[in-house]
């Protein structure tokens, strides 16, 4: 059930199934929970975010496909969950890298760099083999236990166009949640 041959005839199986449907595969896996197998399919949308309704709807449609292929790429019992990235996902494949580029992510640094400190926000712009590039990088605004504690107040930040990171030195990049609508019922729907 868990051999790496079924993931990679699988994988294709699950992206065009998500594709043919408006979103994107991001990542699919075969997991052991206990006794059983499980099939973790990860969609987003592109421009938009993913509700209970967009699951379903791949998961029935996936379901439906897997069981007609012969031969079954799956085989014995399994569970099959379709879910959406989430709204603060942590980054870790070169797809992922892809798939959100020009989207809103936070950064978390191993080293304190001038006027950002060590997280901040911006525009995830691209990310070579080695190099994270992030364009308009803002710092992330200190907690209100942190400027308690501080004197000092927060400087106002030079504006940054872009900011290239040396990729072993970033500990995450995380899909950072823009503000949300609560007057807007689309934009309340978490991912």
């Known amino acids: 059930m868990s051999n790496p041959d079924n993931l990679e005839r699988l994988f294709p199986v699950a992206d065009s199934v998500s594709t043919a449907l408006g979103f994107t595969l991001l990542d699919a896996r075969l997991v052991r929970q206990g006794r059983r197998h499980c099939l973790e399919v990860t969609i987003c949308k592109p421009g938009g ?3 209970l309704d967009d699951c379903e709807r791949v998961s029935r449609e996936l379901e439906a496909l897997l069981d007609q292929q012969q031969p079954p790429v799956l085989t014995g019992p399994y569970v099959l969950e379709v ?17 959100f580029q020009g989207a809103l992510v936070e950064v978390k640094y191993k080293e304190n760099l001038d006027g950002l400190g060590y997280s901040f926000t911006g525009k995830l712009s691209g990310r070579s083999q080695d190099k994270i590039t992030i364009a308009h990088p803002q710092p992330l605004a200190a907690s209100r236990r942190q400027m308690a504690g501080s004197k000092q107040k927060a400087a106002p930040a030079a504006e940054i166009d872009e900011v290239c990171l040396d990729a072993n ?9 823009e503000k949300l609508d609560f007057d807007d019922p689309e934009a309340t729907s978490l991912s």
């Open 83 to 99: 879910q959406s990235p989430g709204i603060d996902r942590v980054l870790k494949t070169n797809r992922e890298f892809e798939i």
């Open 49 to 51: 975010r993913v509700g």
């Open 169 to 177: 030195r970033v500990v995450h990049v995380r899909l950072y949640p």
